[in-house]
Protein backbone atom coordinates (compact mmCIF):
# COMPACT_ATOMS: atom_id res chain seq x y z
CA UNK A 1 0.00 0.00 0.00
CA UNK A 2 1.48 3.25 -1.02
CA UNK A 3 0.43 6.89 -0.74
CA UNK A 4 0.41 8.22 -4.74
CA UNK A 5 0.00 11.86 -6.06
CA UNK A 6 -1.85 12.21 -9.52
CA UNK A 7 0.69 14.38 -11.88
CA UNK A 8 -1.00 16.84 -14.50
CA UNK A 9 1.57 19.97 -13.91
CA UNK A 10 1.73 22.15 -17.34
CA UNK A 11 4.19 21.94 -19.55
CA UNK A 12 5.73 25.45 -18.64
CA UNK A 13 6.31 25.10 -15.12
CA UNK A 14 9.26 26.69 -14.46
CA UNK A 15 9.43 27.64 -10.85
CA UNK A 16 11.68 25.33 -9.65
CA UNK A 17 13.21 21.94 -10.61
CA UNK A 18 10.95 19.04 -11.85
CA UNK A 19 10.76 15.35 -13.12
CA UNK A 20 9.12 14.55 -16.28
CA UNK A 21 6.23 12.63 -16.05
CA UNK A 22 3.66 11.10 -18.19
CA UNK A 23 -0.01 13.17 -17.60
CA UNK A 24 -2.32 11.67 -15.28
CA UNK A 25 0.03 9.00 -13.62
CA UNK A 26 1.09 8.51 -9.80
CA UNK A 27 3.84 9.62 -8.32
CA UNK A 28 4.70 7.23 -5.23
CA UNK A 29 5.76 9.70 -1.60
CA UNK A 30 7.53 8.48 0.77
CA UNK A 31 11.05 8.87 2.50
CA UNK A 32 13.13 7.87 -0.95
CA UNK A 33 12.01 10.63 -3.28
CA UNK A 34 14.75 12.49 -5.31
CA UNK A 35 14.86 16.05 -4.29
CA UNK A 36 13.20 16.85 -8.04
CA UNK A 37 10.43 14.42 -7.30
CA UNK A 38 9.83 16.27 -4.27
CA UNK A 39 9.56 19.61 -6.06
CA UNK A 40 7.00 18.03 -8.35
CA UNK A 41 4.74 16.75 -5.48
CA UNK A 42 4.73 19.98 -3.89
CA UNK A 43 4.31 22.04 -7.35
CA UNK A 44 1.89 19.54 -8.30
CA UNK A 45 -0.24 19.77 -4.78
CA UNK A 46 0.22 23.75 -5.00
CA UNK A 47 -1.23 23.91 -8.24
CA UNK A 48 -4.40 21.16 -7.77
CA UNK A 49 -5.13 24.53 -4.95
CA UNK A 50 -4.70 26.96 -7.59
CA UNK A 51 -7.94 28.23 -8.02
CA UNK A 52 -8.81 30.50 -5.07
CA UNK A 53 -12.10 29.59 -2.74
CA UNK A 54 -15.04 32.77 -3.95
CA UNK A 55 -14.63 33.84 -0.12
CA UNK A 56 -11.05 34.60 -0.66
CA UNK A 57 -10.89 38.31 -1.16
CA UNK A 58 -7.46 38.71 0.16
CA UNK A 59 -5.34 39.99 -3.26
CA UNK A 60 -2.86 37.20 -3.66
CA UNK A 61 1.21 38.13 -3.99
CA UNK A 62 3.08 40.48 -6.72
CA UNK A 63 5.42 37.57 -6.78
CA UNK A 64 5.40 34.44 -8.84
CA UNK A 65 6.44 31.92 -5.95
CA UNK A 66 4.01 33.57 -3.72
CA UNK A 67 1.07 33.99 -6.28
CA UNK A 68 1.11 30.46 -6.96
CA UNK A 69 1.31 29.20 -3.62
CA UNK A 70 -1.09 31.64 -2.44
CA UNK A 71 -4.25 29.51 -2.14
CA UNK A 72 -2.04 26.37 -0.68
CA UNK A 73 -1.02 29.05 2.04
CA UNK A 74 -4.48 30.91 2.72
CA UNK A 75 -7.51 27.84 1.63
CA UNK A 76 -8.79 26.28 4.50
CA UNK A 77 -10.06 23.08 2.62
CA UNK A 78 -6.60 21.78 0.54
CA UNK A 79 -6.43 18.49 -1.94
CA UNK A 80 -4.48 16.26 -3.13
CA UNK A 81 -5.39 14.57 -6.28
CA UNK A 82 -4.53 10.75 -5.77
CA UNK A 83 -5.15 8.22 -2.71
CA UNK A 84 -3.70 4.88 -1.99
CA UNK A 85 -2.16 2.36 -4.56
CA UNK A 86 -2.67 -1.28 -3.59
CA UNK A 87 -0.83 -4.16 -5.12
CA UNK A 88 -0.82 -7.67 -4.42
CA UNK A 89 2.36 -9.39 -5.91
CA UNK A 90 0.99 -13.14 -5.69
CA UNK A 91 -2.12 -12.02 -7.91
CA UNK A 92 -0.54 -9.29 -9.81
CA UNK A 93 -3.74 -7.20 -8.78
CA UNK A 94 -3.41 -3.48 -7.98
CA UNK A 95 -5.98 -1.04 -7.01
CA UNK A 96 -5.54 2.52 -7.53
CA UNK A 97 -7.16 5.73 -6.53
CA UNK A 98 -10.30 6.94 -8.63
CA UNK A 99 -11.26 9.94 -10.40
CA UNK A 100 -11.86 12.19 -7.35
CA UNK A 101 -10.36 10.35 -4.55
CA UNK A 102 -8.09 11.98 -2.86
CA UNK A 103 -4.69 11.53 -1.03
CA UNK A 104 -5.97 13.96 1.75
CA UNK A 105 -8.45 12.00 2.36
CA UNK A 106 -6.27 8.87 3.29
CA UNK A 107 -7.78 8.40 6.57
CA UNK A 108 -11.04 7.36 5.60
CA UNK A 109 -9.64 4.30 4.72
CA UNK A 110 -10.15 3.85 8.68
CA UNK A 111 -13.52 3.71 8.07
CA UNK A 112 -13.52 -0.37 7.00
CA UNK A 113 -12.58 -1.30 10.70
CA UNK A 114 -13.54 1.61 12.92
CA UNK A 115 -16.48 2.80 11.08
CA UNK A 116 -19.31 0.92 9.17
CA UNK A 117 -16.80 -1.09 7.07
CA UNK A 118 -17.52 0.29 3.64
CA UNK A 119 -15.32 2.85 2.14
CA UNK A 120 -15.63 4.19 -1.84
CA UNK A 121 -12.68 5.71 -3.42
CA UNK A 122 -13.86 8.02 -6.92
CA UNK A 123 -15.08 6.76 -10.27
CA UNK A 124 -14.03 5.61 -13.70
CA UNK A 125 -12.61 3.12 -11.88
CA UNK A 126 -14.92 2.63 -8.97
CA UNK A 127 -12.37 1.56 -6.17
CA UNK A 128 -14.24 0.41 -3.14
CA UNK A 129 -12.51 -1.40 0.56
CA UNK A 130 -15.32 -3.36 2.26
CA UNK A 131 -14.97 -5.35 5.82
CA UNK A 132 -16.34 -9.35 5.73
CA UNK A 133 -15.48 -10.25 8.86
CA UNK A 134 -11.89 -10.96 9.68
CA UNK A 135 -11.39 -10.14 5.79
CA UNK A 136 -11.03 -6.58 4.00
CA UNK A 137 -11.57 -7.01 0.37
CA UNK A 138 -10.80 -4.43 -1.62
CA UNK A 139 -12.33 -4.08 -5.40
CA UNK A 140 -10.68 -2.55 -8.52
CA UNK A 141 -13.91 -1.61 -9.72
CA UNK A 142 -16.98 -1.97 -8.09
CA UNK A 143 -18.72 -1.45 -11.38
CA UNK A 144 -17.32 -4.20 -12.98
CA UNK A 145 -18.58 -7.41 -12.89
CA UNK A 146 -16.12 -10.07 -11.74
CA UNK A 147 -13.56 -7.05 -11.07
CA UNK A 148 -10.73 -8.16 -9.73
CA UNK A 149 -10.32 -8.23 -6.14
CA UNK A 150 -7.60 -8.04 -3.24
CA UNK A 151 -8.39 -9.71 0.23
CA UNK A 152 -6.39 -9.27 2.99
CA UNK A 153 -7.13 -9.62 6.90
CA UNK A 154 -8.22 -6.72 8.70
CA UNK A 155 -5.29 -6.69 10.78
CA UNK A 156 -3.04 -6.37 8.33
CA UNK A 157 -4.96 -3.30 6.71
CA UNK A 158 -4.05 -1.47 10.26
CA UNK A 159 -0.37 -2.41 9.62
CA UNK A 160 -0.48 -1.11 5.82
CA UNK A 161 -2.16 2.31 7.03
CA UNK A 162 0.74 2.57 9.58
CA UNK A 163 2.93 2.23 6.77
CA UNK A 164 1.32 4.87 4.88
CA UNK A 165 1.51 7.23 7.57
CA UNK A 166 4.99 6.60 7.93
CA UNK A 167 5.63 7.16 4.79
CA UNK A 168 3.84 10.30 4.53
CA UNK A 169 5.68 11.58 6.97
CA UNK A 170 8.68 10.75 6.01
CA UNK A 171 8.00 12.73 2.18
CA UNK A 172 6.97 15.48 4.47
CA UNK A 173 10.26 15.79 6.30
CA UNK A 174 11.79 15.55 2.58
CA UNK A 175 9.72 18.44 1.80
CA UNK A 176 10.72 20.26 4.68
CA UNK A 177 14.27 20.22 3.76
CA UNK A 178 13.39 20.59 -0.16
CA UNK A 179 11.11 24.32 0.60
CA UNK A 180 14.21 25.52 3.34
CA UNK A 181 16.23 25.01 0.34
CA UNK A 182 14.08 26.43 -2.63
CA UNK A 183 11.89 28.92 -0.29
CA UNK A 184 13.57 29.74 2.85
CA UNK A 185 11.42 33.08 3.09
CA UNK A 186 8.13 30.31 2.48
CA UNK A 187 9.31 27.12 4.05
CA UNK A 188 7.54 27.05 7.44
CA UNK A 189 4.36 27.82 5.87
CA UNK A 190 4.32 25.62 3.00
CA UNK A 191 5.29 22.77 5.32
CA UNK A 192 2.64 23.52 7.83
CA UNK A 193 0.04 23.71 4.41
CA UNK A 194 1.28 20.27 3.38
CA UNK A 195 1.20 18.74 6.77
CA UNK A 196 -2.58 19.86 6.76
CA UNK A 197 -3.32 18.83 3.54
CA UNK A 198 -1.60 15.52 3.95
CA UNK A 199 -3.25 15.32 7.58
CA UNK A 200 0.22 14.14 9.19
CA UNK A 201 2.26 16.14 11.73
CA UNK A 202 4.57 18.12 10.41
CA UNK A 203 8.27 18.17 11.47
CA UNK A 204 8.45 19.76 15.40
CA UNK A 205 4.98 19.83 15.80
CA UNK A 206 3.53 17.96 19.20
Not at 78 to 86: C, K, N, S, Y
Not at 123 to 143: F, I
Not at 167 to 179: C, E, N
Request: glycine letters at 8%.
Amino acid sequence: MQPVLEIHLPDDFALWPVTDFEPYTFLRLGGGMEMTEVGTAVAQIAFTNAVAPEDDTSPPPSDPYGAFLHTLLTSEHLIAAGGLRVHDADTGVTVLPGCCDGLEEWREWHRVFDGDGFVGFGHDPSPTAERRGDTVRLTVDAWQEDSPAIDLPVTELRHLLTDVERDLTAFLALATSWAAHHMPAQAATVTAALARCLDVRAPGMP
